[in-house]
């Protein structure tokens, strides 16, 4: 069913209209109601006015003594309770304006002092048995007396406030009603111009806009019209921004988690600050890398979460002083928990689309292990180079040492045969045959080594070891084994003894002036067999700490620097790792890690062709 179409201008119309209706209908019944009420009182006050004027003409025409007295009219006007009471001769017949003046005359004589004249003019013009209106509500009414007496008026007065008050309102609600039907359709004009204007003015306004807005006649319809269909429109793309707010909402939570996902899940350590140092966030991998808990330091400077980390504070100072980033660099500094870190950070700077510095980001990586290899591998690549190069020259040297023990002895012999002392001689063979061992040994560490793997037990390898050890050793040094590990690994048990041998033996020189111990515990760890040889003598400097696997390097003048280096050599060709840590005068702990599981043959030559294996 269609929707009926109301005209908005017409019904505002038909609305005002009613309303002056209405209000001339209630000026109409106002005026309708005086008059009725003004009529019954008028009607009351002449038959009061006749019934007294009849009284007193009957008290009059009854009188023996002729004309009344005045103390009679006196009584009279008490007892018909009246304002005033007087016999007039009759009026003129004619015209004549002299016969007028003359009765005017006569009758304002008879009348009150003052009011005589105003009153004879009023009663001149007044019909009879009528009331006719005086001053302050007094009204008066003429009586003709037609008797014995001869043709006489008799002029009553009484007073009646109410009537003379609607006479007086009357007058005025007249005056008021012509005014007010005048005023009320003046703003029945103003109102339909100022009613209508401002929707005139919203469809021009809209028509300019590119509104399709009919412009029949009833424009206001046109635009509430309009109205309902851009509500209906605004609706419609409400709807439609609602959805879209939704789905942006979502995919916002859905990135939002999905890049807490990625800060939770990265091994880089990502900590962000806004332009002032605060500290806005910080993933689980900074909080380990760094030894630090954020919890309770989120908004708060950046100094207090990172103050163990004196270099990365001082990086973050000076970017927020300078406002620059950092490109990638490289620091050393120290944990939390105290312990010394290699970091490699980017300090980057977080803009806005309008390219307006927010914030910063450090992106942290922890290179402290990545250091140790790199450290091992360029000990390695010096030592494969090292072994390329000297492998050859050893064997020179053992050749020209070769032929200085022959002509020594070729020497040795004609002096013996001239008598001559060869003690000298003898010291120079023993020299040439040091140098000639050192060489062999050198050798030795510079040869490809092709390990015999077998089923041994470190722990009985270290028994037979530890009391070789003990046998030899003529000081107070003790060795004690502590813990136990069961099973088997593969391994060269020869070269594998060698290894543990040059390492323990390094530890009991380490306490032969100290008078200390060496202590090796052993244990289980990830798939590792762990032999610990920890000793109480004099510690290494940390400047010759990561010098101890170069050959030839020894701190102490007997050593030849080979034992150490030969050691790891063999440990890495096992898929082992030996690491060290000292400190001077509390000791040195050596750390050995063999893998339960065989280092493949595969292994081995991948480890040969990476270095770090020397070839020699």
Not at 86 to 102: K, M
Not at 260 to 271: A, E, F
Not at 325 to 352: F, I
Request: contains cysteine; proline residues 3%; negative net charge.
């Amino acid at each position: 069913m269609k929707k009926p179409q109301y005209k908005f201008e017409s019904e505002v119309h038909l609305g005002l209209l009613v309303i002056i209706f209405i209000l001339l209908f209630l000026n109409f019944a106002v005026n309708y109601t005086v008059y009725l009420t003004r009529s019954h009182l008028r009607v009351q006050t002449v038959a009061a006015l006749h019934n007294a004027a009849v009284t007193a003409a009957r008290t009059i025409e009854g009188s023996t003594i002729g004309a009344p007295t005045v103390d009679q009219m006196s009584q009279l006007k008490r007892d018909l309770k009246l304002t005033s009471i007087a016999l007039l001769p009759l009026r003129p017949v004619s015209d004549d304006s002299e016969a007028r003046d003359q009765w005017l005359a006569t009758v304002s004589a008879k009348l009150r002092a003052g009011e005589g004249e105003k009153m004879a003019r009023r009663l001149l013009d007044l019909e009879l048995h009528t009331i006719g209106e005086g001053d302050r509500g007094e009204f008066y009414y003429l009586y003709s007396l037609a008797g014995m007496r001869g043709n006489r008026l008799l002029a009553l007065s009484q007073q009646a406030s109410v009537l003379g008050y609607l006479e007086e309102a009357s007058n005025n609600i007249l005056y008021v009603s012509i005014l007010a039907t005048l005023v009320v359709a003046g703003i029945y004009v103003l109102l339909l111009r100022y009613i209508f204007a401002p929707f005139r003015r919203i469809q021009r306004k809209a028509i300019k806009a590119g509104r399709s807005v009919e412009n029949d006649e009833d424009g206001v319809r046109a635009v509430v019209d309009d109205y309902e269909k851009i509500i209906d429109e605004l609706r419609a793309k409400e709807r439609e921004l609602l959805k879209l707010n939704e789905a942006i909402r979502r995919k916002a939570d859905s990135l939002e988690q999905f890049n807490q996902y990625i800060l939770s899940s990265t091994d880089s350590g990502v900590i962000t600050l806004d332009n002032t140092g605060r500290v806005l966030s910080v993933n689980t991998a900074a909080e380990k890398i760094l030894g630090i808990v954020s919890t309770g330091h989120l908004g708060a400077d950046y100094y207090l979460l990172l103050a163990p980390c004196e270099r990365l504070t001082e990086l973050i100072s000076a970017c927020l002083k300078d406002q620059n980033p950092r490109a990638y660099t490289e620091y050393e500094t120290h944990s939390g928990s105290g312990d010394r870190l290699y970091l490699g950070v980017t300090v980057s700077a977080v803009t806005n689309e309008i390219d307006l510095p927010v914030g910063w980001s450090l992106l942290i990586n922890d290179l402290t292990e990545v250091r140790r290899l790199r450290d091992e591998l360029e000990t390695q690549n010096r030592l494969a180079a090292l072994g390329e190069m000297s492998g050859g020259l050893a064997h020179q040297l053992r050749n020209s040492l070769g032929a200085i023990v022959g002509f020594s002895r070729l020497i040795g012999k004609r002096m013996e045969k001239s008598g001559l002392d060869r003690a000298t001689l003898e010291s120079l063979d023993q020299e040439a045959h040091e140098a000639e061992m050192l060489i062999e040994r050198f050798l030795v560490f510079v040869r490809p080594l092709h390990p015999d793997a077998t089923a041994i037990s470190v722990q009985e390898l270290l028994a037979e070891v530890v009391a070789s050890r003990r046998a030899r050793v003529d000081s107070a040094v003790e060795i004690n084994i502590m813990g136990s590990i069961g099973g088997t690994i593969q391994a060269d048990a020869l070269l594998l003894k060698q290894a543990l041998g040059n390492i323990i033996d390094n530890a009991v020189d380490a306490c032969v002036d100290q008078s200390g111990s060496v202590t090796i515990k052993l244990e289980e760890s990830a798939g590792h067999q762990v032999v610990r040889i920890i000793d109480t003598g004099c510690g290494i400097p940390p400047e010759n700490l990561e010098m101890i696997f170069t050959p030839f390097f020894s701190s102490r003048p007997s050593g030849n620097g080979l034992g150490l280096p030969l050691a790891a050599k063999i440990i890495d060709l096992h898929g082992g790792h030996l690491s060290v840590t000292s400190e001077v005068g509390q000791g040195t702990e050596f750390t050995v890690r063999l893998p339960i599981e065989a280092a493949s043959t595969k292994n081995q030559d991948q480890l040969i062709k990476t270095g770090k294996i020397p070839l020699g």
